[in-house]
């Protein structure tokens, strides 16, 4: 699955905030939006802390 298509399944539970760090990590938040709960992912790249936040949000799922 395309990282765009998995960002737009996790959009739809989740708020997302991506920041970098001054050692070029990705920094990902995922926000629940029916209970608040936060997640964070961190990664060199933006396609694996998106692939974290989908595996984590399926795991959830289930």
Same mark, same amino acid.
């Given at each position: 699955?395309?990282?765009?298509?998995? !960002?737009?399944?996790? !959009?739809? !539970?989740?708020?997302?905030?991506?920041?970098?760090?001054?050692?070029?990590?990705?920094?990902?938040?995922?926000?629940?939006?029916?209970?608040? @709960? @936060?997640?964070?992912?961190?990664?060199?790249?933006?396609?694996?802390?998106?692939?974290?936040?989908?595996?984590?949000?399926?795991?959830?799922?289930?």
């Amino acid at each position: 699955m395309r990282t765009t298509t998995k !960002l737009k399944h996790i !959009l739809q !539970l989740y708020t997302v905030t991506i920041d970098m760090d001054e050692e070029a990590q990705m920094h990902q938040m995922i926000f629940d939006k029916n209970d608040n @709960s @936060s997640e964070e992912f961190i990664s060199k790249s933006y396609s694996v802390v998106v692939d974290k936040a989908f595996r984590y949000m399926m795991k959830k799922i289930r």
